[in-house]
């Protein structure tokens, strides 16, 4: 059983910046691909981006390609997303996600296997 805790959500003006960390703990005996969903109000869950294990292979949604980072640091078993230029369209809570497996970012919310209880982006214009 895995936990995953979300942190450094708030409120931002438009063309700012936030980083997002995510915090893995437990039992963690295999290899496994982080993700980040967001889920405005109305909306379905939607992909924002994924990092495999290794750390070399990475997906992001188009609507964030070229703004946000994704990163992981495994020996403290955390992933980090730094999101630069926000619009307020990225307006959502963020969620952090595990997957067991180490070389694909998997883009489908169905694959993660722990999910975080998110923690709230806010942007204004």
């Known amino acids: 059983q895995m936990q995953l805790v979300e942190s450094g959500g708030g409120l931002v003006q438009a063309g700012g910046s936030l980083r997002l960390s995510c915090a893995a703990s437990?039992?963690?005996?295999?290899?496994?691909?982080m993700g980040w969903f967001r889920q405005a109000p109305g909306k379905e869950r939607e992909f924002v981006t994924a990092?495999?294990?290794?750390?070399?292979?990475?997906n992001y949604a188009d609507s964030v390609q070229g703004r946000f980072t994704i990163s992981r640091e495994n020996a403290n078993n955390t992933v980090n997303l730094q999101m630069n230029r926000l619009k307020p369209e990225d307006t959502a809570p963020y969620y952090c996600?595990?997957?067991?497996?180490?070389?694909?970012?998997?883009?489908?919310?169905?694959?993660?296997?722990?999910w975080g209880q998110g923690t709230q982006v806010t942007v204004s214009s």
């Open positions: 996600a595990l997957a067991w497996g180490d070389n694909y970012p998997y883009t489908n919310s169905g694959t993660y296997n722990y």
């Open positions: 437990g039992r963690a005996d295999r290899p496994y691909t």
């Open positions: 990092i495999n294990w290794y750390g070399y292979r990475t």
